[in-house]
């Protein structure tokens, strides 16, 4: 058990075996105005609890992916309509995506590209010049530019997957256009479900039921995602399969306290919850 001293909302996996965490309202305030404040920070994912701070003030921190190389996390950041670069060794902050509305998830394909949630639904975020409806965005990273991927419904959370294809991560219904390509696994509250899209075709298919999705990660090799299904008090850990076939999902832990935020590495999947602040593995 990784304990944290704040509200945590997300996670995702280093090259280093630490965790990137998002730490939302360390304040204390609660309430969306002013938006809360948070911290990026790393936590050793060995049970020892080491807590650093990587990036300190960040408004509204909501969701983070770190890099292959373990030099960068990506953090976006939900109110201000962004994702900022941290470098992680030195703190130093930089938005690579602005304009955005309402990010709920980040990913990367590792080939330059990073890809956000949007979901202006409800305007929880209070933004402004907010798109209509739901999307999966991908960035350019040196360009900027922006370009839809896929309408989402409700969408909370994501991870993205390349190299996969049509037997592993793609399933058993990828089209050619998609095979080996990257993939992003978006949990889609509205669905009901964890949807995988083809970042190339913008194709959806549904990986599996989720009553009430907010948070996934993918292990393309051992062909599973890992979904969280949130409640107060009651939420669950599942795992879906990537093969195509129609398995229930199987349920690895349950009585969960308020989990949103989920990595899966080396044997091991780390869970958030927000309401205990605390990972569990």
Not at 123 to 148: H, I, M, P, Q
Not at 209 to 220: E, H, L, N
Not at 245 to 265: I, S
Request: glycine letters at 18%.
């Amino acid at each position: 058990m990784l304990i944290a001293a704040a509200l945590i909302v997300v996670l995702a996996g280093t090259a280093t075996g630490d965790l990137c965490v998002a730490e939302n309202d360390i304040t204390g305030r609660g309430g969306e105005d002013p938006p809360p404040q948070g911290d990026l920070v790393r936590v050793n994912a060995s049970g020892h609890g080491r807590r650093v701070v990587a990036s300190g003030g960040l408004q509204d921190p909501v969701w983070v992916v770190s890099d292959a190389t373990d030099t960068h996390a990506y953090v976006g950041l939900f109110h201000a309509g962004q994702v900022v670069r941290v470098e992680l060794a030195t703190g130093a902050t930089q938005a690579v995506a602005t304009g955005l509305s309402c990010p709920e998830g980040v990913g990367l394909d590792g080939r330059g590209n990073l890809f956000v949630v949007e979901n202006p639904v409800g305007d929880e975020c209070k933004g402004v010049n907010l798109t209509k409806s739901a999307r999966l965005t991908k960035v350019d990273l040196s360009s900027g530019v922006k370009t839809t991927v896929a309408p989402l419904l409700s969408p909370h959370g994501m991870d993205v997957k390349c190299g996969g294809g049509g037997g592993g991560e793609g399933g058993g219904n990828s089209s050619s256009a998609e095979a080996g390509g990257c993939f992003a696994y978006v949990c889609e509250w509205g669905a009901h479900a964890v949807t995988r899209i083809g970042l190339t075709t913008g194709k959806k298919t549904v990986v599996g039921p989720v009553k009430s999705p907010s948070g996934c990660a993918v292990d393309v090799k051992g062909g599973y995602a890992y979904a969280i299904e949130q409640g107060e008090t009651d939420g669950q850990l599942l795992r879906l399969g990537l093969s195509g076939e129609k398995k229930p999902p199987f349920v690895l832990a349950k009585d969960l306290a308020g989990p949103m935020g989920v990595a899966v590495g080396e044997g091991y999947v780390y869970v958030a919850e927000r309401i205990k602040n605390q990972i569990r593995r």
